[in-house]
């Protein structure tokens, strides 16, 4: 069974930087391909960062973090980072991270993704 478990949100305030982290259990970790999403309340989730395993490493970011963010993988930890840097109000939203075994054309979609965790609360006051 594979368990994802995010860590490192917070109240900050604009401006600030946050790492975010998702620890990930069970499976082969190398192999997964491994997204970050954020989702409002009422709203739709959103596509953040995308990083691919190792043997074809590659990043993908949403046009609305391009600069700000970047995501990045310790296969020996089995965990990937969000680290995120002038952060505004709009980056307000619950963090959660979402993996699949082979990267997927449609990787800003989360319906792609066959395991999600339960989330980090990201709060940017102005």
């Known amino acids: 069974q594979v368990q994802l478990v995010e860590s490192g949100g917070r109240l900050v305030q604009t401006g600030d930087s946050l790492r975010l982290a998702c620890v990930v259990s069970?499976?082969?970790?190398?192999?997964?391909?491994v997204a970050w999403f954020r989702q409002a309340p009422g709203q739709d989730p959103e596509f953040v960062a995308v990083i691919r395993s190792n043997d074809t490493p590659a990043t993908f970011y949403a046009d609305s973090v391009v600069g700000r963010c970047t995501i990045s993988r310790d296969d020996a930890k089995n965990t990937v980072y969000l680290q995120m840097d002038s952060l505004k109000p709009e980056d307000t939203a619950r963090y959660y991270c979402?993996?699949?075994?082979?990267?997927?054309?449609?990787?800003?979609?989360?319906?792609?993704?066959?395991?999600r965790g339960q989330g980090t609360q990201v709060t940017v006051s102005s």
């Open positions: 069970g499976g082969t970790f190398s192999l997964y391909t």
């Open positions: 979402a993996l699949r075994r082979y990267f997927h054309s449609r990787y800003d979609k989360d319906e792609v993704y066959v395991y």
